[in-house]
C-alpha cells in the first residue's frame, strides 16, 4: 500500500476544515479509486463529486489517470467568481 496526499480547495477545505487529506492506495493507484476512498470517508460530500475536478500535477485528470505516491492530487469544487 502506498500513501497518497489530496489537496482540498475551496469548499471541501472549509467544510472538512483541513487542506490535505491522507488516503491509502495501492501503488500506481488509479485517480477515480483514490476518489472513491475519499467519498466513503465523507459520505455528505459525495453528492459533490460528479461537477468537481480532479488534478494530478496541476493538469485536470479523469478517473483512469494513474497515480504515483508523490504526485500532487487537488479537488476542486465547481466555483464561480466575479
Aim: charged residues 25%; hydrophobic residues 45%.
Amino acid at each position: 500500500m502506498a500513501l497518497y496526499q489530496l489537496r482540498l480547495f475551496a469548499f471541501f477545505r472549509e467544510q472538512l476544515n483541513q487542506e490535505v487529506i491522507d488516503l491509502e492506495g495501492p501503488d500506481q493507484a488509479m485517480a477515480g479509486e483514490l476518489l472513491d476512498r475519499f467519498f466513503e470517508r465523507h459520505p455528505h460530500l459525495a453528492k459533490y463529486r460528479s461537477i468537481s475536478r480532479l488534478a494530478l500535477n496541476r493538469q485536470f485528470v479523469g478517473p483512469d489517470a494513474v497515480c504515483s505516491s508523490n504526485d500532487e492530487l487537488a479537488l476542486i469544487p465547481p466555483v464561480s467568481g466575479g
